[in-house]
Structure formats: structure tokens, C-alpha cells
């Protein structure tokens, strides 16, 4: 044998496990190295330093630095070939940009005015230094996260614990003394970390006045965060920058974002984000034209006002920086669009991002037939017929429904009452808005408090249905609604099985759906039971709708959220986190998983009616 060969194998047999184990170690300095950051920018950006907890800081920068130089290096000289495998083209760009910073410190500050001088300062400046290690802490972290998967944890309990992750951190930064004008409690703190997350928009403070400029930019990335997904986001970056994800990852992942293969979940995630800025980027344009130099901001703010409340929108979340929220006189007279705008976006992200994939699939596939015919002028006439797949056709049509149904029976039951002394314009505008609203978004421009019962009915039940499956909306979802609605049909039928457009539902559809429902009523009288004990002098009425609204993630209050105790207020987070999260996500995290068995027992039936 060769002394090459006897090499490779005493690498393999004893060098390789040290080199693994090395490796390893140097990942999980990375991980923590990548917490401290993110805790020192906080810190640094959240409260008012001396210099020498700036020159602390400093210091902890300089050694994450160093940290993830040394990581990088060890996994280019170690694992070359698993690296050169697993890292793709923008990893060894920022790998690229990351040796890029030990210019400045090789070579001395150039003596001579010009490119070369000012591309040296570029490098050792420290917002180029900052950005570049929070770009390579936030995907390190993201890999570490989607690594989990990989060991066969319980995907429910990580996108449950990922949120309440979000939540905690978000508590901690909404308390930063520079997020808020006087403070706030760590309840109330809790209560909005958890409301942007779970983008419900439950508010049990003024958030106009309680907030800086600050504390909203937190909300909003809270927000963001809460309505993408954390492993939407997670995910997106760890296999499109890392590359390093197992088969099992990618499997629990695409059932995650409902991906049809493994070929299309980059697509998928990538489509998601898309069409999230996209989306946000066009509303928040929308907004600005339609309120530009008519409310006393100038540019930067009007340009502010309008990103916050298109991701706002867009994201089902209802926050708002106005006070009194959108019922505030500044866009109550005149600005129509401005509500249309708001509408469109919530209903665009109440439908779901498995609707808008398809709306690009048949946008694209009638724009190739267009190419076609304008190349050859000849029109292809050969048609597609199965354009809209069977869950695009049944969210859209009940989400008409609803709309339609809800807007004429608000318009009906306030057109002299809420809504009097507004023009006919105003009051279809104010209809259309707050049936769109409950679905799911919690956006407000007239006093609930101040509706009759029969248009509180219809909100109550327009927020227990919510928006589409797989969107920033909650609810039980039209999806589920829909089947329910179906299998009662079928039931009362004498048919054995749904059918809808020629498609038959399957049977776990239908499990689900109902399972879905059952669950929803038991939680919400759960809750409602334990509130109305800890609040004894309140309407039930008031209660059940904070409930709903709540579990629902809607955002929509009879002004009971801020006079709620303590008590009341955690067990409302804690309806609008499981709301977020999903009954039937959550209880399958909790409850331990029955294995498929081969056999069958001999059917009973039970009588009913």
C-alpha cells in the first residue's frame, strides 16, 4: 500500500473525529458568539451608555469578529470538501466580505487622499463591521435552528417555541427605556410583544402615546417576523445562504409552507417573500399618494406612516401610530383610498400565500400564451383547464361571500347609526372596511363599543371564521369553515362523500376541519369561563368578543383590553399565541403521537338523533 493511501486512512480513521469534533465545538462558540451580538446592539441601541460601556461593547464586538474569522477558517481548511459542497454562491461572497475586514488591519491607513483611502475607511468603519457580523449571527442562528429538525424534534413544538422565543425577546426590547416615553410594565410589555407576534393588534396601553419612534420599529419587525413565519424565515435563510440542510429538514419544512416537492421549496419560500415585500412595497406607495402633504408630516414621516401600517395591513396585525387608530380625524375625511388600500392588503394577506403562488402560476401561464400569439400570431388553442386548484377556488369563493354578506349587513345595520352623517360614499367605504377588517386585522374607524348587537354578531362571527389557511390571517380558517360547511351539506344529502368542483375531500381534510371547530369552541368557553370569574363586573358579551378576538388574532376590542387585570391579561396572550400558533399545531406538540397500527376493529355505530 502506498504511504498516500496508509495517509488517508490514518486521516480518516483518527484525524477526522478530532477534526468533527473541533468543528463542532467551534459552532457552538459561534451560536453563543452570535447571542452576544445581537444582546450588545440591543443594549447599545436600547439604553443611554457611558463611554466606557461603549468601549465594553467595542471590545465584544472586536471578539466576535474574531470568532467568526476563526470558524470560517477552520471550516475552509478542515472540511474543504463538505464546504465547498454545502456553502453556496452568497456564503462565500460574505465569507469573501468577511476576510475583507483584515485589510485595515494588515495595512496601514493610506497616506494619500482618494478611492484607495476611502475604501480603506469603508472596511474599518463600524457600521460596515456591525452589519456584516449580524448578517453572519442571524444566519448562523437560523442554520442552528433548522438543525434541530434534523434531529427528529417535534416540528409543532419548535414553531411553538420559536414564537414564544420572538415574544420573550420582543417583551424584553419593548422595555428598553428608549422604545418608550415613561415606561411600561413587563405585562403590558408582554401583552404587545405578544399581539405583534401573533398579529392580533390587542393593545392594553395607548400604543400612539406610550411608544417612540423606536418602540414602533420594534413593533414592526415584530410584526414582520409574526406574520412571515419564524421558520418561514429561519428556513429561507439557512438553505438559501447555508445550503446545509438534510433531506429530513427539507421534508418537515415543506409541510410547513405546503410546498408540492422538494424541487419547489426554495421557490416556495422564496415566492413567500416575494410577494410579502412586493406587496407591502406597492400598499405602502398606495398609501403615501393617497395621503401625501395632507397631515402635517413631512416626507420621512409620511413615508414612515405608510410602511408601518402596509406591513401592518398586509400582515393582519391593526396596529396603528395614530391615536385612536384609524378612526382619527387626520384620515376619517377624505381619504377613502386610504381605507381601500388598508382593505386590499388585509384581504390579499387574509387569503394565504398558496393562493398567490397559483395567482403567479396562471398570471405567467396566460402571459406565455400571450407571447406565443404575438410571436407566431397564431392563439394556442389548447386550454388548461385546472388553472385554479381546488383550495384556490373554495378559499375564494367564501372569502366573497363573507365580504359581500358582511359588508351589505354592516352597511344595513349602521347606515343611520355609526355611520350617520357620513356621505353614501363614506358609509359603502366604512361597510366594505369593517367587514374586512374582523378578517383578520383589528384595524378600527368607529367605536365598537358603540355597534348594535346584531353588526356585533356579524363580527363576532366574521372573526371566528378568519382568513385563508397558510396566511397572516387566523380564525379557523375559510378552509376548514368551507369543509364543515360541506360535510353538513353532504350529511343532510344522504351522501357518503363531499364533493365539490368535481373533487372529492378526503377524509382527513374533513377530520381536521371538524376537529378544528370542536377545538375552537372548547377553548374559547375555557377562557371566557376563567375571565369571567377574574372579571366579575363585565359584560359577557364584552368578554366573549375580547375572546374571539383574541384566540382569532384579530385585534378587535369593546375598549374592555386596557381595564383588564394582570390575571386577565396573560390569559388573553395566551389565547392569541395559541390562536398564532394553531390549535391543531399545538396540541399535536403536546399530545405524544399514536403509532399506525395494521389491524382494525370491527365498526360500531352510535345513534344519533
Not at 433548522?146 to 416540528?155: A, E, K, S
Not at 403615501?288 to 414612515?304: C, F, K, S, V, Y
Not at 378612526?327 to 376619517?332: A, D, F, I, Q, R
Not at 394553531?582 to 365498526?603: C, D, E, R, V
Request: glycine share 8%.
Amino acid at each position: 500500500m502506498k504511504i498516500y493511501h496508509k495517509f488517508l486512512l490514518y486521516q480518516n480513521k483518527w484525524i477526522h473525529p478530532y477534526v468533527r469534533m473541533t468543528v463542532g465545538v467551534m459552532t457552538s462558540i459561534t451560536y453563543l458568539a452570535s447571542i452576544l451580538l445581537i444582546v450588545g446592539v440591543v443594549y447599545e441601541h436600547g439604553f443611554t451608555i457611558s463611554e466606557v460601556e461603549a468601549h465594553q461593547l467595542q471590545r465584544l464586538y472586536h471578539g466576535v469578529w474574531i470568532v467568526f474569522l476563526v470558524d470560517v477558517t477552520l471550516r475552509i481548511l478542515l472540511e474543504y470538501k463538505d464546504t465547498r459542497r454545502t456553502f453556496s454562491k452568497l456564503t462565500w461572497i460574505l465569507t469573501i466580505l468577511l476576510y475583507l475586514t483584515l485589510i485595515p488591519v494588515i495595512f496601514h491607513r493610506p497616506e494619500e487622499e482618494g478611492a484607495i483611502l476611502q475604501f480603506w475607511e469603508f472596511l474599518h468603519g463600524k457600521a460596515y463591521h456591525l452589519v456584516l457580523l449580524l448578517v453572519f449571527s442571524f444566519f448562523s442562528l437560523s442554520n442552528g435552528l433548522v438543525r434541530l429538525l434534523g434531529r427528529r424534534t417535534n416540528p409543532s413544538l419548535i414553531l411553538a417555541a420559536s414564537f414564544l422565543i420572538i415574544i420573550m425577546i420582543g417583551t424584553g426590547l419593548l422595555m428598553l427605556p428608549r422604545c418608550t416615553m415613561n415606561g411600561i410594565s413587563w405585562v403590558d410589555s408582554l401583552f404587545i410583544s405578544t399581539s405583534a407576534v401573533c398579529v392580533t393588534g390587542l393593545t392594553s396601553v395607548d400604543v400612539a402615546s406610550t411608544f417612540t419612534p423606536t418602540g414602533f420599529v420594534v413593533i414592526i419587525l415584530l410584526i414582520q417576523i409574526g406574520g412571515l413565519g419564524v421558520m418561514t424565515l429561519t428556513s429561507f435563510f439557512a438553505m438559501f445562504f447555508m445550503g446545509n440542510t438534510s433531506l429530513y429538514n427539507q421534508l418537515v419544512v415543506r409541510d410547513m409552507v405546503s410546498s408540492n416537492s422538494l424541487n419547489s421549496l426554495l421557490s416556495t419560500l422564496v415566492y413567500i417573500l416575494a410577494f410579502t415585500l412586493v406587496i407591502e412595497g406597492i400598499g405602502m406607495l398606495a398609501i403615501w399618494g393617497d395621503i401625501h402633504g395632507t397631515m402635517g408630516m413631512d416626507l420621512q414621516e409620511e413615508l414612515a406612516f405608510s410602511a408601518f401600517h402596509a406591513i401592518s395591513a398586509f400582515c393582519n396585525a391593526g396596529f396603528s401610530t395614530l391615536p385612536g387608530n384609524l378612526g382619527n380625524p387626520l384620515v376619517m375625511t377624505g381619504h377613502n383610498p386610504f381605507f381601500i388600500y388598508i382593505s386590499l392588503l388585509i384581504i390579499l394577506g387574509g387569503i394565504g400565500f398558496p393562493i398567490l403562488v397559483n395567482f403567479k402560476d396562471i398570471i405567467l401561464y396566460h402571459l406565455r400564451r400571450l407571447w406565443h400569439f404575438l410571436r407566431t400570431w397564431h392563439w394556442d388553442g389548447k386550454r388548461f383547464y385546472h388553472l385554479y386548484n381546488l383550495n384556490t377556488k373554495i378559499v375564494l369563493i367564501v372569502t366573497f361571500l363573507l365580504l359581500v354578506l358582511g359588508t351589505v349587513g354592516i352597511a344595513v345595520f349602521e347606515w343611520n347609526a355609526s355611520f350617520a352623517g357620513m356621505s353614501v360614499a363614506d358609509k359603502w367605504t366604512q361597510a366594505f372596511f369593517n367587514a374586512t377588517c374582523p378578517r383578520t386585522a383589528g384595524f378600527t374607524s368607529v367605536d365598537l363599543a358603540g355597534l348594535g348587537v346584531q353588526t356585533l354578531l356579524i363580527y363576532l362571527f366574521l372573526m371566528w371564521v378568519g382568513g385563508g389557511s397558510q396566511s397572516t390571517a387566523g380564525g379557523i380558517k375559510v378552509n376548514a369553515f368551507a369543509v364543515v360547511v360541506l360535510n353538513l351539506v353532504a350529511v343532510l344529502r344522504g351522501t357518503e362523500r363531499v364533493e365539490v368542483f368535481g373533487r372529492e375531500l378526503s377524509h382527513d381534510s374533513i377530520r381536521r376541519s371538524n376537529a378544528t371547530v370542536v377545538m375552537s369552541f372548547g377553548v374559547l368557553l375555557l377562557f371566557i369561563f376563567i375571565i369571567s370569574i377574574l372579571e366579575p363586573g363585565t359584560s359577557l358579551l364584552a368578554i366573549t368578543f375580547e375572546c374571539v378576538s383574541a384566540l382569532s388574532t384579530v385585534g378587535s376590542s369593546l375598549n374592555l383590553t386596557p381595564r383588564l387585570g394582570d390575571d386577565s391579561k396573560l390569559l388573553v396572550a395566551l389565547l392569541m399565541f395559541v390562536g398564532r400558533v394553531g390549535l391543531i399545531t399545538l396540541m399535536l406538540g403536546i399530545i405524544k403521537q399514536k403509532k399506525h397500527t395494521k389491524y382494525q376493529y370491527p365498526s360500531g355505530q352510535i345513534i344519533i338523533n
